[in-house]
């Protein structure tokens, strides 16, 4: 199926769930929280947005390819880019190229107001603000832009889909239950702005959902091996860049990092590039060639410690490449890896109101106290990684040597005890 195709089609549960959600933000008045308890209630909406995964995927129609490893790339020479931009781009491409319009307005839609709507649901605006941003939606509606993509407390669908999606893929057990949690789902007034607030019993269920946020990164997203191949596949992007032309709109043509300027070109961009790279015997391409063979023959960047650190990344790699003395620092990765629970050093839970039993219509803060005194005290670490290009045995070897002298990664402790070097970052829960 054609690229754009398969994208447009992605793009039908979303308009979909555009009239539903039309008839709730228009006809329902918000003043009378009671109509979020009926049958025909939030959680139901919520619930045909989740039923749909695709609906939280069109906020991801702007990745390129092998997702977020091509947004790495491109900030390379462009750190202001962002995927969700690109995603409206696409997203207004799309409709054009597709003639949705009339689409839209067979199933109640207002293109004028809904296309807009769809894109501010993409990439909604921080939600601290004088003047409401939007203008698909009022203000009073303002809880509508917290189910896709949430930038108040990172509670949304899009990640309860890929929750339920990656657990199964990886094997791992998914104690969140979004079900429940959208049972408990309504809305109150919070200082003047409509939100989506929860029971005060399901504060413990959103803990866990943080929490599997932070074991998929910690397991999997950020895992040492997947980001080795990460690295390799961005370094052969950029000794590519430059020599693979793709053609954009009106026959202009683009590279690997430029077509994120031309919708046309970018459709054309999917992870089939590195087939490409990896069975043309285009002399320029060489280079890239090789570090794609290598992947396949899984001769990675070998990591050769992890540890951790209060230091810059910038400072970091100054420190290692001082260490490493004559060596060519080209050789090494120093990479900074963050696990937390969406919000930095915040504690999410502190931008979620609950409401109580008898009084549903009061939502308040819940303290972490209250919850349990297990609870992290803190909700973000940070790890060192060092990785190695180099593939002779020899080179490896005295790589990992020169590792075992650095000494950010082996401070010593009080009793004359090391930091545990390499080993795996300690469960945030028993800090």
């Given amino acids: 199926m054609p690229y754009e195709l398969r994208n447009w089609c992605s793009m039908i549960p979303f308009m979909a769930i555009l009239s539903c959600t039309q008839s709730l933000s228009k006809?329902?008045?918000?003043?009378?929280?009671?109509?979020?308890?009926t049958s025909s209630s939030l959680a139901e909406h919520i619930m045909f947005i989740l039923e749909r995964p695709t609906t939280a995927l069109n906020t991801a129609l702007g990745h390129g390819p092998f997702s977020h490893m091509f947004e790495m790339f491109i900030h390379k020479g462009n750190p202001e880019w962002r995927h969700e931009k690109a995603s409206q781009d696409m997203f207004d491409h799309l409709v054009e190229k597709n003639n949705l319009i009339g689409d839209m307005e067979h199933h109640g839609l207002v293109p004028k107001e809904d296309l807009l709507f769809i894109k501010e649901l993409i990439d909604p605006k921080v939600e601290e603000i004088a003047k409401w941003p939007h203008h698909g939606r009022p203000k009073k509606k303002a809880f509508l832009y917290e189910v896709v993509s949430n930038t108040r407390n990172k509670i949304d669908v899009d990640k309860w889909e890929y929750f339920a999606r990656d657990c199964h893929q990886l094997g791992m057990q998914n104690n969140f239950d979004c079900h429940r949690l959208i049972k408990f789902a309504?809305?109150?007034?919070?200082?003047?702005?409509?939100?989506?607030?929860?029971?005060?019993?399901?504060?413990?269920?959103?803990?866990?959902?943080?929490?599997?946020?932070?074991?998929?990164?910690?397991?999997?997203?950020?895992?040492?091996?997947?980001?080795?191949?990460?690295?390799?596949?961005?370094?052969?992007?950029?000794?590519?860049?430059?020599?693979?032309?793709?053609e954009g709109k009106d026959g202009k043509m683009f590279t690997l990092s430029t077509a994120i300027d031309d919708m046309v070109a970018y459709t054309k961009l999917t992870d089939a590039i590195f087939d490409h790279i990896?069975?043309?015997?285009?002399?320029?391409?060489?280079?890239?060639?090789?570090?794609?063979?290598?992947?396949?023959?899984?001769?990675?960047?070998?990591?050769?410690?992890?540890?951790?650190?209060?230091?810059?990344?910038?400072?970091?790699?100054?420190?290692?490449?001082?260490?490493?003395?004559?060596?060519?620092?080209?050789?090494?990765?120093?990479?900074l890896v963050k696990y937390n629970y969406g919000m930095g050093k915040e504690d999410p839970i502190k931008h979620v109101r609950f409401y109580k039993k008898k009084t549903p219509h009061v939502a308040t803060p819940i303290d972490k106290a209250e919850v349990s005194l297990l609870l992290p005290e803190r909700f973000e670490e940070k790890k060192f990684r060092i990785y190695t290009k180099r593939t002779n045995d020899e080179d490896v070897e005295a790589d990992r040597r020169i590792f075992g002298t650095f000494g950010p990664a082996h401070p010593v402790q009080a009793g004359g005890s090391n930091h545990g070097t390499g080993s795996e970052a300690s469960d945030p829960r028993l800090e």
């Fill in 27 to 37: 006809s329902s008045t918000l003043l009378s929280f009671s109509d979020f308890e």
């Fill in 186 to 246: 309504r809305v109150c007034k919070v200082g003047g702005m409509m939100q989506i607030c929860y029971r005060d019993k399901e504060v413990f269920n959103l803990y866990n959902m943080f929490y599997t946020r932070f074991s998929l990164h910690k397991r999997a997203y950020q895992h040492k091996v997947s980001n080795s191949i990460e690295w390799m596949i961005g370094d052969a992007f950029l000794e590519a860049d430059k020599h693979i032309q793709i």
């Fill in 278 to 335: 990896l069975t043309s015997s285009c002399v320029e391409l060489q280079e890239a060639r090789k570090i794609l063979e290598r992947i396949m023959q899984r001769k990675l960047y070998e990591c050769l410690g992890e540890f951790s650190s209060e230091e810059s990344e910038d400072d970091m790699k100054n420190l290692w490449n001082a260490h490493v003395g004559e060596r060519n620092p080209d050789d090494y990765v120093v990479e």
